[in-house]
């Protein structure tokens, strides 16, 4: 099948399987390994990529749904003043270990400071709850975004 | 130069925010095939035949037969085959691979093989191994290990007691549930094998590559891969799949790739060993301990792995932070058919420390005596004796570790407050105080591991630390750069420290056992001040150190008797719970923790050793539930087996007490595993609290609460 969609601002244009998962297009056709597979099945939030604004565990998606969608991985986010902000907060909060779960957890914090700019802790908690991490016990990654939507501000 | 423990940047941070680190599963080699596992679907059985349809073009089977060496993964006792031979004694066991271009293919070859078995009775539980009815697994008495230390004269202690107390402890499985799955990718060039993957011990790995192919180790090269969390469940498993891949590898010609899936992760990997503790204690007229009789049981799984080992380190420390004049300590570890359990987190520490916390507690309950009067009463000191008559030689500073979470905690205040809480929501308050032994045990860092670092100076003046120690998440990438920086005077940026690849670093030993920043780091620290003196030598030059043992270190293996580790971590939490007795659910209100780590190499990378091992103990002593029914685990992913997420854990108050340690570099001692030992019991100490009834197994399940609390009714 034909898919079209905006892939990190710009358009594509695949024939694929409408089957076959977002997550495993990303990474194998346009090699944005970036988004990574750490269940398969929604539950760890590695994988996390927005669609329309909204964070997404992309491999629970098969890409036939994604037609005429607006993709962001972290690669397609990576390069703006918002990344720039929660990069630095997260290096500051200490929030990064082994780092599989970062680029998701970056992308549910873009997710949710969009929806709600000055989150408290029990939102942000709330707000990454989809993602999990086995190292930080999360308290320096909720510290992460509580500081970037102080030194972010007007950004969101 | 600021203070070693001012945080820095994480030298890795960057590169894992934005997503260019390569994890195994992110690298792709031109012509690279993919590889999935055939794996047992018997918990014990013959193989009597496996079938396999004709297959196409450019997919291969590797099995036993592609072991071009000895088809044992080398650990310690050489039982486990990396593919089956003739019989299997676990459900998932490997029994060959499927290799070739399409994932979706390989899945269609491997539908269509067949495997008959023919059963034979096995053994699914300690109860049961101790019945006998099925034949042995392992040897003549089932047992992958048994030990025993005595101290002192137990016997006579016990028929001197005034009051005796006994109870028996169970722990249960836990899944490490690192983010990124096990992977690896071998390649064969030119008569040599490289295997790149996710894991702790790049010479672990070569050495059972060594075996398992039988070559000179010049034609055999590993290299560590940007690893995504291991916890130890990347301990010893590399070892079996990095044999795989290089086997694949060589019978295709091409790179081949083999990354888990969750589900099989989950159920066909190491965990931590389950465990049933018997103490009892024999108190005198002052309702002093005088000797504790203890017997632990480890269920080993299938496969020895490393579980004699973990088992040294549950007896060593048995008897936790106190002093017991006498004692006898008997341990064996189980061979039963589940997955062969292994390296995890506080290696043996949390069980053990689970059963005498638990038991301290019942026993002071038993003489109506506050618990932490009564665990104060029996603390070890500086110059008291260990259970295997080791000498404690530090200062032992847990009466200000005590007072730090005890105050800020509200604990003595709570502990009687909480006591009159009526309705559904029960509140309660638990404290625990543990100890971790540093580094290897025993002789383990002098006559099995025999580290070796090198620091090379180049021409550009940077210094490259060249190590075999990982960067896994816990910081050695920031915190070895740090000493070595700090000993030469020079700057950060100028240090580097890549992933390890076994051609370019020597072997200074495994990333585990909490050894890196101690052992390794005081190595570099040796080396970097020789380098230092002899700056201007050369443009350009390299200086090795080798390990040498403390000179007081005294230690017998044979008897287990002396100096079990060199020095100790010591700590305290406590830990504040609501129990609801309507659904029986734990939440935990507020973590107060308190370490004697000796100097943090940084207290950020610090903080986050801290707050991950505490949110894993409390995992494991709440919702990390994993039930093996006849050999088959109930749960196969990350939707069943629950670890904790954002909404599950408060924020955790924890503190440091600096107490430095000679042979640490700039007095560091062991922190990586120690966090995770104290969780457990602080949190069960709660609910026992919360409920008034005796908590003596972990996980807490709702079931098991409204068990106990019924019971006592």
Same mark, same amino acid.
């Given at each position: 099948?034909?898919?079209?969609?905006?892939?990190?601002?710009?358009?594509?244009?695949?024939?694929?399987?409408?089957?076959?998962?977002?997550?495993?297009?990303?990474?194998?056709?346009?090699?944005?390994?970036?988004?990574?597979?750490?269940?398969?099945?929604?539950?760890?939030?590695?994988?996390?990529?927005?669609?329309?604004?909204?964070?997404?565990?992309?491999?629970?998606?098969?890409?036939?749904?994604?037609?005429? %969608?607006?993709?962001?991985?972290? %690669?397609?986010?990576?390069?703006?003043?918002?990344?720039?902000?929660?990069?630095?907060?997260?290096?500051?909060?200490?929030?990064?270990?082994?780092?599989?779960?970062?680029?998701?957890?970056?992308?549910?914090?873009?997710?949710?400071?969009? %929806?709600?700019?000055?989150?408290?802790?029990? %939102?942000?908690?709330?707000?990454?709850?989809?993602?999990?991490?086995?190292?930080?016990?999360?308290?320096?990654?909720?510290?992460?975004?509580?500081?970037?939507?102080?030194?972010?501000?007007?950004?969101? | 130069?600021?203070?070693?423990?001012? @945080?820095?940047?994480?030298? /890795?941070?960057? *590169?894992?925010?934005?997503?260019?680190?390569?994890?195994?599963?992110?690298?792709?080699?031109?012509?690279?095939?993919?590889?999935?596992?055939?794996?047992?679907?018997?918990?014990?059985?013959?193989?009597?035949?496996?079938?396999?349809?004709?297959?196409?073009?450019?997919?291969?089977?590797?099995?036993?037969?592609?072991?071009?060496?000895?088809?044992?993964?080398?650990?310690?006792?050489?039982?486990?085959?990396?593919?089956?031979?003739?019989?299997?004694?676990?459900? =998932?066991?490997?029994?060959?691979?499927?290799?070739?271009?399409?994932?979706?293919? *390989?899945?269609?070859?491997?539908?269509?093989?067949?495997?008959?078995? #023919? /059963?034979?009775?096995?053994?699914?539980?300690?109860?049961?191994?101790?019945?006998?009815?099925?034949?042995?697994?392992?040897?003549?008495?089932?047992?992958?290990?048994?030990?025993?230390?005595?101290?002192?004269?137990?016997?006579?202690?016990?028929?001197?007691?005034?009051?005796?107390?006994? /109870?028996?402890?169970?722990?249960?499985?836990?899944?490490?549930?690192?983010?990124?799955?096990?992977?690896?990718?071998?390649?064969?060039?030119?008569?040599?094998?490289?295997?790149?993957? #996710?894991?702790?011990?790049?010479?672990?790995?070569?050495?059972?590559?060594?075996?398992?192919?039988?070559?000179?180790?010049?034609?055999?090269?590993?290299?560590?891969?940007?690893?995504?969390?291991?916890?130890?469940?990347?301990?010893?498993?590399?070892?079996?799949?990095?044999?795989?891949?290089?086997?694949?590898?060589?019978?295709?010609? #091409?790179?081949?790739?083999?990354?888990?899936?969750?589900?099989?992760?989950?159920?066909?990997?190491?965990?931590?060993?389950?465990?049933?503790?018997?103490?009892?204690?024999?108190?005198?007229?002052?309702?002093?301990?005088?000797?504790?009789?203890?017997?632990?049981?480890?269920?080993?799984?299938?496969?020895?792995?490393?579980?004699?080992?973990?088992?040294?380190?549950?007896?060593?420390?048995?008897?936790?932070?106190? $002093?017991?004049?006498?004692?006898?300590?008997? =341990?064996?570890?189980?061979?039963? $058919? $589940?997955?062969?359990?292994?390296?995890?987190?506080?290696?043996?520490?949390?069980?053990?420390?689970?059963?005498?916390?638990?038991?301290?507690?019942?026993?002071?309950?038993?003489?109506?005596?506050?618990?932490?009067?009564?665990?104060?009463?029996?603390?070890?000191?500086?110059?008291?004796?260990?259970?295997?008559?080791?000498?404690?030689?530090?200062?032992?500073?847990?009466?200000?570790?005590?007072?730090?979470?005890?105050?800020?905690?509200?604990?003595?205040?709570?502990?009687?407050?909480?006591?009159?809480?009526?309705?559904?929501?029960?509140?309660?308050? =638990?404290?625990?105080?543990?100890?971790?032994?540093?580094? !290897?045990?025993?002789?383990?860092?002098?006559?099995?591991?025999?580290?070796?670092?090198?620091?090379?100076?180049?021409?550009?003046?940077?210094?490259? *630390?060249?190590?075999?120690?990982?960067?896994?998440? +816990?910081?050695?990438?920031?915190?070895?750069?740090?000493?070595?920086?700090?000993?030469?005077?020079?700057?950060?940026?100028?240090?580097?420290?890549?992933?390890?690849?076994?051609?370019?670093?020597?072997?200074?030993?495994?990333?585990?056992?909490?050894?890196?920043?101690?052992?390794?780091? !005081?190595?570099?620290?040796?080396?970097?001040?020789?380098?230092?003196?002899?700056?201007?030598?050369?443009?350009? !030059?390299?200086?090795?150190?080798?390990?040498?043992? @403390?000179?007081? &270190?005294?230690?017998?293996?044979?008897?287990?008797?002396?100096?079990?580790?060199?020095?100790?971590?010591?700590?305290?939490?406590?830990?504040?719970?609501?129990?609801?007795?309507?659904?029986?659910? &734990?939440? &935990?209100?507020?973590?107060?923790?308190?370490?004697?780590?000796?100097? @943090?190499?940084?207290?950020?990378?610090?903080?986050?050793?801290?707050?991950?091992?505490?949110?894993?103990?409390?995992?494991?002593?709440?919702?990390?539930?994993?039930?093996?029914?006849?050999?088959?685990?109930? +749960?196969?992913?990350?939707?069943?087996?629950?670890?904790?997420?954002?909404?599950?854990?408060?924020?955790?108050?924890?503190?440091?007490?600096?107490?430095?340690?000679?042979?640490?570099?700039?007095?560091?001692?062991?922190?990586?595993?120690?966090?995770?030992?104290?969780?457990? @019991?602080?949190?069960?100490?709660?609910?026992?609290?919360?409920?008034?009834?005796? *908590?003596?197994?972990?996980?807490?399940?709702?079931?098991?609460?409204?068990?106990?609390?019924?019971?006592?009714?």
């Amino acid at each position: 099948m034909k898919i079209d969609f905006i892939l990190n601002k710009k358009p594509v244009h695949i024939d694929t399987d409408p089957l076959r998962r977002l997550l495993d297009v990303l990474r194998e056709d346009f090699y944005l390994t970036g988004v990574k597979e750490g269940c398969g099945e929604g539950e760890c939030g590695a994988c996390t990529v927005l669609i329309g604004g909204e964070a997404v565990c992309s491999c629970i998606v098969p890409v036939g749904t994604v037609a005429n %969608e607006k993709i962001l991985t972290i %690669e397609g986010f990576r390069s703006t003043a918002r990344y720039r902000i929660l990069e630095k907060c997260f290096i500051d909060a200490g929030a990064v270990q082994c780092g599989f779960c970062t680029p998701g957890f970056i992308m549910a914090a873009e997710s949710l400071l969009s %929806e709600n700019p000055r989150p408290d802790e029990t %939102e942000i908690r709330q707000g990454i709850a989809g993602n999990l991490c086995r190292c930080t016990g999360y308290s320096m990654v909720v510290d992460a975004i509580q500081k970037a939507s102080v030194q972010g501000k007007g950004l969101w | 130069m600021t203070n070693i423990r001012t @945080p820095v940047e994480r030298s /890795d941070a960057r *590169i894992k925010i934005n997503g260019k680190a390569e994890y195994v599963g992110d690298i792709r080699f031109e012509g690279m095939l993919y590889a999935k596992t055939l794996r047992s679907t018997r918990p014990r059985a013959l193989i009597h035949s496996v079938e396999i349809p004709p297959i196409p073009e450019g997919y291969f089977i590797v099995d036993k037969h592609d072991v071009p060496g000895k088809n044992r993964v080398k650990i310690i006792a050489d039982d486990m085959p990396f593919f089956s031979e003739d019989r299997v004694n676990y459900i =998932g066991e490997p029994i060959l691979l499927v290799v070739g271009p399409e994932r979706e293919t *390989i899945a269609h070859i491997l539908e269509a093989i067949t495997v008959t078995y #023919s /059963d034979i009775e096995p053994v699914y539980t300690i109860e049961e191994a101790e019945k006998g009815s099925a034949p042995p697994l392992f040897g003549s008495d089932n047992l992958f290990a048994s030990y025993e230390i005595v101290k002192g004269d137990p016997i006579s202690a016990f028929s001197q007691a005034s009051i005796r107390f006994e /109870d028996i402890y169970r722990t249960g499985f836990q899944e490490h549930a690192y983010l990124e799955p096990q992977g690896a990718i071998g390649a064969y060039e030119n008569g040599r094998v490289t295997v790149y993957g #996710s894991m702790q011990c790049p010479y672990y790995v070569k050495n059972a590559l060594i075996q398992g192919l039988g070559w000179a180790e010049d034609r055999i090269r590993v290299v560590q891969t940007t690893t995504g969390g291991a916890f130890g469940g990347k301990e010893e498993y590399p070892s079996l799949i990095a044999g795989h891949v290089a086997f694949a590898a060589i019978k295709a010609g #091409s790179p081949v790739q083999l990354v888990f899936d969750r589900a099989e992760d989950v159920r066909f990997t190491t965990k931590r060993h389950p465990a049933i503790i018997r103490i009892a204690s024999a108190l005198d007229a002052q309702n002093r301990i005088i000797a504790m009789n203890m017997e632990i049981k480890l269920d080993a799984g299938a496969y020895a792995g490393l579980s004699e080992v973990v088992l040294q380190r549950a007896m060593f420390c048995s008897t936790g932070v106190y $002093n017991i004049p006498n004692a006898r300590v008997r =341990g064996s570890a189980v061979a039963t $058919n $589940n997955v062969f359990t292994g390296a995890f987190r506080g290696f043996g520490g949390p069980q053990a420390t689970f059963a005498v916390e638990m038991h301290m507690h019942g026993l002071a309950d038993r003489i109506g005596e506050d618990p932490l009067v009564f665990k104060r009463k029996h603390l070890l000191k500086k110059h008291d004796s260990t259970v295997t008559e080791g000498t404690i030689r530090q200062e032992v500073v847990l009466p200000a570790l005590i007072e730090a979470v005890t105050g800020p905690s509200d604990y003595r205040g709570k502990l009687q407050r909480f006591q009159s809480t009526k309705g559904t929501v029960h509140r309660g308050i =638990g404290l625990s105080v543990f100890l971790h032994g540093c580094a !290897f045990t025993g002789s383990g860092e002098k006559d099995k591991i025999q580290a070796k670092v090198k620091l090379r100076k180049t021409r550009d003046k940077t210094v490259e *630390i060249l190590v075999s120690s990982v960067e896994m998440g +816990q910081g050695p990438q920031t915190t070895l750069k740090k000493i070595v920086a700090h000993t030469l005077g020079i700057p950060l940026e100028n240090v580097i420290y890549e992933n390890p690849d076994t051609d370019r670093v020597p072997d200074s030993g495994p990333t585990v056992a909490s050894r890196t920043v101690m052992i390794v780091g !005081f190595l570099l620290k040796k080396v970097a001040e020789k380098m230092r003196e002899s700056w201007n030598s050369a443009p350009e !030059f390299e200086l090795q150190e080798r390990y040498e043992q @403390p000179p007081f &270190v005294q230690w017998d293996q044979q008897r287990f008797k002396g100096d079990a580790y060199p020095v100790y971590s010591w700590g305290t939490n406590v830990v504040e719970v609501e129990v609801d007795s309507l659904t029986w659910e &734990v939440t &935990v209100k507020g973590i107060w923790a308190a370490y004697d780590i000796g100097t @943090p190499m940084d207290e950020r990378i610090v903080r986050g050793q801290i707050e991950g091992g505490i949110a894993q103990g409390l995992g494991y002593a709440t919702m990390e539930v994993m039930n093996s029914s006849e050999g088959r685990f109930m +749960q196969e992913s990350l939707f069943d087996y629950v670890i904790p997420t954002a909404v599950d854990l408060p924020n955790i108050h924890s503190t440091l007490i600096e107490n430095e340690y000679e042979y640490g570099p700039f007095g560091a001692k062991c922190a990586g595993e120690l966090p995770f030992v104290g969780a457990a @019991p602080a949190l069960a100490s709660a609910v026992q609290h919360a409920l008034g009834v005796p *908590i003596t197994r972990i996980p807490l399940t709702p079931d098991y609460l409204r068990e106990v609390t019924q019971g006592e009714d």
